[in-house]
């Protein structure tokens, strides 16, 4: 046995986690759901765990990730687009101003997004995610979004699939969107994807059978929906979940219902230095779920305290 | 080694197939697809394989088993309902005259998969199928439904997943109704179980979050519904469809477009004494596929001819 791999295998997991309470929480729950005999001993097949993904397994400031790669569609999309001069709401997009662009609402950016995400066929739309997501940089950090994963959560989803887990993302994100680079940064494969969807049609084309994109919203998957999400694509409960926001609040009270061992984690985000402090924030807003962490005993994860490292890219420091 | 373990080491795969051009084309295409090398290699990750249910796995006939617990769980909830007097197809349905129930057409029998599927929780459902399929007996077997599924497919599935596919059900069944047991008469785990749903939401109770079950149909996965319903639950195209009628043809179409490695193959029902032999049939007809079948070169299973037993049960005789 070389040095290295002898190394490797005394390495505590998680390495990118200081001790302390929150790391212990994990690493005590991961231990009594797979020690065979324990009360609390979960078969693997039910070794479920659900993370959602802006927030807790990468970045979502200044700005949701995708909501760029809708401004930069919309960028391209527009010369083919002369009526959109009359919509308020992609002409604010268009000319950066984003404050119109609130004004509109929630109704407002699904807009933008729908418009911008059908139109197509599936191989097609997953040919412009993977373009811009090599392409695009992040506007503080200057480098792809995929490089603005959080090394922690990477280890953790390392960790829990090591204990015989199956790891899923649960997102309000776009589902195609994110299949595009789940399993090349994450390790999780398109159909542990979970996410909001467009609606698709099925059309026999003289070349041969496509899915085309429509402008049509076919499921939100926050909030209320994560819950509806989960059921839909797993069709069990999960035993852990992972989150950041309000909007993952009833997928963490659905994780923990009922008698069965579960856990339940926030990441709060409170680095201003190394990535971002906020939590009344618009994008991310940890409010009511923060005072239910704390009611219920769930894991709240301190950035600033608990991370030894953020990103990938530091490692080599 | 013991002298059993040699004799199951040396078998070939596929026992209750007998030898001929059917069972060679699976194996051709799985040496072939698994084969490091090969210019049909197809990475373990893509090896994506999507079963129909009805007709596919187990029987269909002389009805659907689903439209059994749908007439069973009509009359159990029909003293609670006394203003079903005045619906034409429940009443009908209610004292057995199945012609009366059709002339309802879809919209009929849908109505009535609705209404005896909604309204309880998903937890209260799943108890209620458990309950259902333990205890019904098939018509002509007077054996449990779950005993009616094909040996030969069970052993299709368990060679394809040692050769590193992905198994999936991809059914115009109820997903809810089947997860309850897929799992353990075919090891298709729910989270691989794709299949047609209604709607639910979620609720806080005092007792804790449920997720209720409306009567309003979110989704049918049939005909062109099981591409979609491919895409949205598995995000990638399958590289093996397995049906046996025409509400299978577009799975068939979408796992076999594009230049990769693929294989289709369709079940025909020919044999009357063992099982059943129908083609034009209302359940389960197989016209156009079967033409599309030839046409293409897509495998098509004889029954009578291609399968040396048929149920689990026939095995020690």
Redesign the interface.
Known sequence: MSESVEVAQHQSPLPSWNEGSTKRSIVNFVHEVTTPGSSRFVKP?ER?AVFDNDGTLWSEQPAYFQFEFVLDRLKAMAPQHPEWKDNAVIAAALRGDMKAVAAGGVRGVLELATITHAGMT?DEFSKIVEDWITSARHPKFNRPYTDLIFQPMLELLTYLRANGF?TFIVSGGG??FM?VWS?KIYGI?????IGS?IV???E?LPS??V?TRLPELDFMDDN??K??GI??????KPIAAFGNSDGDL?ML??AT??KGSSFALLVHHTDAVREYAYEASAIGKLEVALVEAKSKGWTVVDIKQDWKRIFPFEVGK
């Open positions: 097949d479920i599936t199956k589902i195609e299949r399993e494969p398109p159909e542990q994807v969807s698709t049609k099925f026999m041969g059978p899915l209320v929906g819950p509806v059921h839909r694509h797993i069709g069990r009833q009270q659905w219902a009922g």
